[in-house]
């Protein structure tokens, strides 16, 4: 670790140098660890996998958004082998059904070697798809009207799974072809057992270029990172295969996918995982990462040995197994907080400002945040429905990024119960995606958090007191003028020009010169502004009337930084600059007593901002 | 769902019902599916057992932190049979660590049935310690110096485990250890095998005990929550097993909990769990939540019927399964933002503020939350590292709930780096626990944001111009009197009185009367507020030499809303209320100048908290 006083670097001039990731030394760090083992040996049932070179050694990550880390021969092609095994299997799921699947393929672990004749009798069918038996048996399962068809279909499989053209080792392939006597038997034994139907030959020819497909350790590591994505490609955003199915298929690896070393794989390692002869392991940790290594030495199992080291260094040193605590499930809320810490956008009137001095505590906003599933939306609920007292509740979910049906579903009967209980609900920046999950009614939805404030404002206020809303002001109303004599009221009122602007007139454009200052009499208008590379409008804020705008006309010309625009027909009192002057300078007391008022107006404003700052920096 | 109008609940005033958890009908509703189910057959080895009502039925949740959901005979008591054995099998994992018990007892599934006589004949040893031949050698290696310590050890285990009082039926008891002949004849072939030591009558004896003790659905799920809380229960806070012992017995539960059905029921629910021939299922989803299930009917398998159909259901219906999709984990940032957006609480020169409004894009400030682990924390680091361009970068921690060692690492790992490359870091709001997990200097370290801030536009600003910070100003300096000529200035120069604090002295007082506007010409203040419920005062901004401060003395007199202290010695001009008043009705256009001053410095930082509240808000 840097020494204290190097916290202080921000002075050096040198930072050209690009950063590396400290992900990267690791995998370094471990691979340079196993790189001299030499343990186990090389598949020797067909010439071809015992003639690749036993060094070969790569290790390969990739994150569920894509990212690849890798170290060592990570582009070094080899046969997948029985890592087809799981992903055919995806494929047969989705050609028919999880149902119609398990009543010719079980999901049981047979605790025997990969090559073990063996069926389940009571069930008359494979033990499960991760042995020679299941896996024959699922490839006879691919749908295709000719074989050529079925081929198509599995090769494209693999090309969806890994993003990238597939090819297979054709010498492989033939070799396991004309050697392969086994798993012939196996096939004709399940033919006769009446496990599988069709040509064993069309069945085993199919088996065989799956098993011969051309694959690597970073290949592996993006196969693995789509399942960990849910079965789309982190790269392409192609699906390869169902959500559903992605389960289905880790759930047999996690059981059945390292074969009789499964219990200890699962013990030391602890991830949905598939081993193949020809070297290659892929491993999976769901929602976060896939792993690929490559390294044909074999153990007694038929497991990569130095994979399975690597494997086993990875989870422990990024504490990658899925059974390790990672902490309690956060509640989704992100933050939340009551309508008397923040208000909507909305200036109102003086009336309907004390009001909500009082009323704004009744008034809570909880945002949400993450990925919603049931944990973590149960723990949000408990404290939304302990908020008994309050009258208007906000659900804010413009941080969710994703949203299961359960908490969906949570979240629709929580509206539900809160409106039955008479309490007033807004779901504010609701995601498309999320809008549809939800199915709850349009007159629900807000497009922020401070409309929604708006409108349980509005509603408190309606409440509470019709006439405290939208109600027209007198010049005698405004804040800014209450120092003023009934005098100097006259006086200043023959300065002013009455002015009428119709619904969706400017009365204000940014970058003009500040030149005069309005009392809004009646109507409410918007402030907006265009932002650099933003389509549209930001509105700012709204005024209702009872309060002035364009205040700065008063403190010099500065230029205006917002448009202002009528959104209901609306009625001012015009000061303008020079009038102003002219005022001041004949009275130079009433002058000052409205600069007094301006200013007094802007330091309630600033320390209500200071006030929101703070409650949104918790 | 409530239909569009109702939105508009606020207005209603019943707001007296309690408001009911959707959780708990959604449990209720599940019971009603199951309460008709008569498959299945009560267990019957033992009169004590056959002698059960086969109609009880409770279903029990308990959350992560502890919270529980129950519906039917949740509080009915049954003997927990072989759920005892995954916990057994953790203390015989506490006592003597991982190594010397897989010698002993092995993790493979033996795919076979639950009282099996069949041994790991390749390395003498019971299959896994799920099945009876593994139980009873997990309980021959309980320590303790004589019998009853040991038992008296793994009473306390199961009360540590559910947080209750724990005892015996002692007619179960009795029955399994005068009927127990098979249990007794496997006990004898492991002595002969020399798989266990030591005397089988009181092993025996101590697992009958184990079988025989009492527990309830309720009961079972508390003991779920406490696994699936890292080993600490979840309300009395006990710690019963450590972490590393509980990853090990859900591994152990995921491949060997269900017996012969394990694979089948890692497909469908996809939890690591134990059936017990009492009737109980207990299921565990790591970091979330625990399930209890008792329905004494068992199925072929030895599982309870209707107990596995509501895990099934509750699996499906709450989206439960662990390799089910949650979605992609999140990157661990909650927002980040810079220095442009967002200043430290310090207000500076007129000067600095110049030089920072083009610097503050140099500094970074990413706020991390939530448990950080592998996954989250790497995408964190990338985003980071992408903001090469940047001098100063501050780390905020205070929403992190934990971090794993592997976060921890990569995080000391990366301010290294980032030290290295010349960049200033600082680590802002950090937990004492992540403090000792990160091992990082303590020069990195600052109490908050705001600090953090402060810290980094110091640098930046030193690394310009020296002259830029805390240096003396002069009255014509400050931007409040910018308007005013040089015969106006020496007119106002003479009603100001120069006034000296110490350091620690306090200049204003909270709720005492504004009278009194201060320009700062040395030193630095700090404006505080005692906070109701907190201990100590919240230091609400710093101002430097060049601002003015109690500038509200001049727009009327309202009480004073915050301490205001020299934290240097510090050298003031006073301008008072009155003396501003004379001063006013002399020359009216000085006074007018002035206010005209405030009003434009309000105005401004107005401009840039709302600013802030818009980055805040993101």
Redesign the interface.
Known sequence: ???????????????T???????QPLLRDIYAKFLDSRDGAVATYIPELSGVDPEQFGIALV???G?LYEVGQTRAPFTIQSISKPLVYGLVLQDHGRDAVLERI??????EAFNEIRFDDDRNRP??AMVNTGAIAASSLIRGAEAAERVTRMLDLFRALSGEAVTIDESVYRSELATGHRNRAIAYLELNNGMIVGDVDTHLDLYYRQCSILTSAASLAFIAATLA???VHPRTGERALA?KH???V???M???GMY?????W??RI?L?AKSGVGGGIMAV?????GIGVFSPRLDAHGNSHRGIRVCEELSD??????????????SAI?RSYRGSDIRSKRRRSQAARLLLDRLGT?IAVVELQ??L???NT??A??SV?EL??V??LVLALGQV??I???AA??L???????????????LAAVPASARKAL??????YEAD?TSALEA?ED??L??ESEAAVGAASHLEDFEIVEELSPAELEILRGRLSRRAFRAGETIITEGSEADSLYFLLEGTVDVCVARVGEPGVTR?AAIDAGNVFG??A???KPPR?ADVTAITAATVLELTAAAFAAL?HKH??I??KL??G???S??V???R??A??QA??G
């Open positions: 670790m840097a020494a204290g006083p190097s916290a202080n670097a921000a002075t050096r001039s040198d930072r140098a690009p950063l590396e990731s400290p992900i994150t569920a958004d990212h079980g999901v049981e672990p047979s605790g033990f499960n994505n849910g079965g959500t992605v389960r289905d880790l759930s047999v996690t059981t059945c009789d070393f499964a219990g200890e699962e013990l602890g949905p940790l769901p929602g976060q990462l040193r990024l504490h990658l197994h899925l059974l390790a605590d990672r902490g309690r499930a956060r992100r009744e993450g990925n599933f049931f944990a149960e723990q609920l408990r429905l008994a007292e009258r208007c990024t994703a299961d049906a359960v579903g949570l629709r009967d929580l509206v539900d119960r809160l409106v039955t209980a008479g309490r007033m609900v807004r199915a709850i009614g349009p007159a629900f958090v349980c509603a408190l309606q409440a700012l205040e700065v008063l403190l010099g930084t001041s130079p007391g002058g000052a600069v007094i301006v200013a007094r802007l330091s404003r600033l320390r901002a200071n929101a700052i949104l920096e």
